[in-house]
């Protein structure tokens, strides 16, 4: 028997199972170095910026207008207004996160009902809060009332599924902490600001959904208080133009977000509505610590901006 410590003949005194251990050592610290790398790169303020632009188109292009809606509807809509509908409550507190088309449709097409939504996506409700009417109210049972409540749903946050002020949101509070003094950085400001322009170029390509809901018979089915062209524009442009009065780049690259928006609007509403932002653009331009020249930059490039447009609606 051989002495221990020693070797038998042909035996090697080194592990075979050492050099195995040692490469998969080696592969695990470099697959850790490319997550950690990954991780990083994920978190610049760049490609935030642009999954938070995909997601704005996404949710534009799911909520894009059909062919079961129409803008108006103010003879169908007086004349719901004029008798008492069945109120529809909340029973917890939250965001709006989702609401099913579906299902209120349905259940409007088979009980031969109109549904007035009075909230929407995006909205804070309150504890037995008023999300609904339904008419005629005689129809309505417990039953009903259930189906239709559940319809909602609610949460602790807000989610861009439906909510297109809420994507819209997301780039602009990340726009809003880059100019803040403590980061002080433009040009994760100007980023966003893109994405916010091509989501809002997209919205006005489907043009905005319609208020009333129509079943396959032609009957009105449901009506709705959706997102408008001007409330995405105030929340795109309002604060971010406030906390941008002292950087002349980011006033200027506002405004040629507009004129690319501009592009593609073609009524003459859309087009006031963006004269408007660009004026309010040009008055914190005055209102900030600006040098005069930037100022006058300014003041050129909103005057440039009101000429072009005007010669495109008399054209």
Not at 2 to 8: D, E, F, H, V
Not at 200 to 213: D, M, P, R, V
């Amino acid at each position: 028997m051989p002495s221990p410590g020693k070797n038998l003949p042909g035996q090697s005194g080194v592990d075979e199972g050492e050099p195995m251990g040692l490469l998969l050592m080696l592969a695990s610290f470099g697959s850790l170095i490319l997550l950690v790398q990954h991780i990083s790169t994920m978190l610049q303020a760049p490609n935030i910026a642009a999954a938070a632009g995909v997601e704005l188109l996404d949710v534009v292009q799911a909520e894009a207008p059909d062919t079961l809606s129409v803008q108006n509807s103010e003879a169908v809509n007086n004349t719901v207004i004029e008798t008492d509908g069945y109120p529809i409550r909340v029973r917890e507190a939250g965001y709006i996160q989702y609401i099913d088309p579906k299902t209120m449709l349905t259940l409007a097409r088979e009980r031969n009902l109109i549904i007035r939504l009075l909230r929407k996506p995006g909205h804070f409700v309150g504890g037995d809060a008023l999300v609904a009417l339904v008419w005629p109210a005689t129809r309505v049972d417990e039953q009903l009332e259930g189906q239709i409540r559940h319809a909602f749903q609610i949460g602790n946050v807000r989610t861009p599924t439906q909510d297109v002020a809420y994507a819209v949101n997301q780039l602009v509070e990340m726009a809003v902490r880059a100019m803040s003094p403590a980061i002080n950085d433009p040009f994760t400001a100007i980023t966003c600001l893109d994405y916010i322009g091509d989501g809002l170029a997209l919205f006005i390509q489907h043009g905005e959904k319609g208020s009333h809901y129509y079943d396959r018979d032609g009957q009105l089915r449901l009506v709705l208080e959706p997102v408008t062209f001007g409330e995405l524009l105030d929340g795109a442009f309002a604060m971010l133009r406030h906390c941008s009065c002292d950087n002349a780049t980011v006033l200027l690259h506002m405004l040629d977000v507009i004129d690319a928006i501009g592009q593609e609007a073609s009524s003459p509403e859309v087009r006031q509505e963006l004269l408007r932002h660009v004026d309010l653009i040009q008055a914190e331009s005055q209102a900030g610590g600006l040098i005069e020249q930037d100022r006058q930059l300014i003041q050129r490039s909103r005057e440039a901006l009101r000429t072009k447009w005007k010669e495109a609606l008399h054209a």
